[in-house]
């Protein structure tokens, strides 16, 4: 069962702080990753807010009896890092740390600084599927019937690991697993489209036997059904996929649909701008 079980106006809000947790983030080290954390933003709170079932404390690294989660695309941890410290990981005061020397926010999540909710170092891109798909065969060998979640960015398609992931999954039939690839058509270069093709990606994954669902990830009102389905098609022999729909820099007009914000912080000047685009009821600022 999820702790928080918050309802859509809330998470809304919730939302709207985590994207001003990552501008203020990014901005106080001018170093980061703000475009993708603030496309996925709705995605993270809707997992760790509504959907996913763990305890944030005590922290167990080896997560028996919960669902997991794990984060391929490691450069957009100030979302990750901000959801984590919101839902009761660690006090939101820590956020302040974020990039800094012997913080345990480093730019790309790892285990040695034993940040909890942190399962495995992550940022090397291509390699996060394999990660969860190990843990999800690890749970079915322990007679654990919860569930395993994972996020990859689109251009780490371009990793073949990530194919020889999705082949392994079928033929195993990891049917507990619960797949997104964050689909912004953005990456480091330019657009994904540019730099390599991914052509259908539906077609694709279901060719190598994956059941596919697609969703927008900045509506909840669409996402959050997605990962109900998601959740109801696991168990039936196929790993579960979700092409998820996302806008780069998402709820920050001048961020928006642009890789040019793919790791750049925002100046003092676009900093209030942004801060005030992401107005909450009452903000809770670190």
């Known amino acids: ?99 800094k020397i012997n913080s345990r926010l480093q730019g790309h999540p790892a285990t040695e600084e034993g940040l909890p909710g942190i399962r495995v170092a992550s940022g090397s891109l291509g390699q996060g599927l394999s990660v969860a798909v190990g843990a999800a065969q690890t749970k079915k060998l322990n007679k654990d019937n ?27 039939k990891v049917d507990n697993l619960i797949a997104t690839v964050d689909r912004n058509y953005q990456q480091i270069d330019g657009g994904t489209e540019e730099v390599l093709a991914l052509g259908d990606l539906r077609a694709k994954f279901e060719a190598f036997g994956w059941h596919v669902l697609e969703a927008d990830g900045n509506n909840f009102e669409t996402l959050l059904p997605a990962l109900e389905d998601a959740k109801r098609a696991t168990g039936n022999g196929k790993p579960v996929m979700i092409l998820m729909n996302t806008e780069m820099g998402f709820g920050v007009d001048f961020m928006m649909g642009s890789h040019k914000w793919h ?24």
């Open 146 to 172: 919860n569930l395993v979640y994972v996020l990859m960015g689109d251009g780490e398609l371009g990793e073949g690991q990530v194919w020889e992931a999705a082949m392994y999954a079928a033929h195993n």
């Open 263 to 286: 790791g750049v912080a925002p100046n003092d000047e676009q900093l209030e701008i942004a801060l005030q685009q992401l107005a909450v009821e009452q903000a809770s600022d670190y």
């Open 1 to 99: 069962m999820n702790p928080h079980n918050k309802s859509i106006d809330e998470l809304k809000q919730i939302a709207s702080q985590v994207r001003r947790d990552i501008v203020r983030m990014v901005h106080a080290v001018n170093s980061g990753h703000p475009g993708g954390s603030l496309g996925c933003t709705d995605y993270f709170v809707s997992l760790y807010f509504r959907v996913m079932n763990y305890k944030p404390s005590p922290f167990n690294m080896d997560g028996e009896g919960e669902d997991l989660f794990f984060l391929s695309n490691g450069h957009i941890s100030p979302v990750w890092y901000s959801v984590l410290a919101r839902a009761g990981f660690f006090e939101v005061s820590e956020l302040a740390t974020f990039r």
